[in-house]
């Protein structure tokens, strides 16, 4: 069942009204745009829904169109009428080009969360997809950048889904998770300090980086579609540290075994936005990455509105056993509101980036840890409100909860 954030109920219900207006009145011209971005706001405030952002979209202007909802209830029940109603479940590809030598993993296939990922040099992948004859057909790489593919391997992904378009959508949230997870593995606790003739200069810390294409085949393997990332990264052949091999499979055995439950989402966006922090330094962006990281962590998107730095900081620091970690906290949270008056990041601090990224390393080992122990963000926001107080107020705590549990049981007895 599709929910609506909070505080969303009102706005949401003029949008939705105005909406079906603008369907009545006819998408004609400058409509078809206010429509869109009509449809483009309600997918953000419905929960977790911008993060599947291209199919709850599409969704909600069919059921727009089809249905013109008059109350949100019912826009909400029709969302899933209709998402149960799909299409028939199919067979697709979802192949991705990869910078990484292949040769320095120890094994060259996967499983994540029942679905199974391959990994392919160019005259494997070339023999099963036939991608060198898509190579020019896509009409945006230089003749270099084209025999740059023949050196790259492939990762392949079996994905089931009803269409083309949410196979895509899959298979890139897949796709993104491993690379989470393997640039979690290799980069764990691993500090960088590149230097060009004295001076720091932003570049992509990934060793798995964003894929240049993502190709989508059907079950047949016959090409459907490309989506590409144009973007500022070195695409350097990189190696995976093989010492770190058991750390990547603990993961995702980690992984592959939580729960269903609203934290474990959760959990699996923290390893993809560990790719953007690693990925962000090319545009000196990674402090702020990392930091949403510490928010996800520590629930800042929960309680009615942005939770404030300070206490970000504070659940964060909880993690921490000593008061140098406390400490390390409020210096991270001094910066980050820097930032944020400032309007842009001042200077690009690999240092900076060192510590932000260890501590939400620390913070994102102990929520996989701990999502099939609490399971939902109520439970996790108790475990912090709870987790400063001493020993005799703890005690307290437990002899009121059992009086209570005690109560209860004798007025329903």
Known sequence: MYQLKKNCEEKAQRYLEEANKLVKEGLVNEKIEKFHSICYILTDMIKEGIMHSLSLKRL?????MET??????AFLNKLSEYSKSKQPIKDYFFVATSNLDIDTLSQKTFEIM???????NFHEANKEFGISELFRKWHLFLEDEIRDFTRYSYVSLDVKASTAEEAAEKGFEIFELFRGLLNFADHYAV????????????RTLST????????????NKNHLF????????DYERKSFNPRRNELLLYLIEKINSLEACPLAERCLYTFRKYNDGLDGNVAGTSFLEFWKILELVALSDTEGGRMPEVKVANRISLLFKTEFGRDLLRALCDKRNFIAHIGSLAEIDQEEINIIKRCSEVAMMFLLDHVNKFKDESTLSCFYENLPKNKTDLKRLEKVIYEIKKLRKNRNS
């Open 114 to 120: 029942t679905t199974k990922i391959r990994i392919m």
């Open 60 to 64: 909600i202007k069919r059921v727009i």
């Open 208 to 219: 798995m980086e964003p894929a240049r294409v993502h190709m989508i085949f059907d079950g």
């Open 191 to 202: 500090s960088h300090h590149t230097y060009y003739g004295g001076i720091p200069r932003p």
């Open 68 to 73: 013109t909802p008059e109350s949100m209830e």
């Open 226 to 233: 490309d989506r590409f990332t144009i973007g500022f990264f």
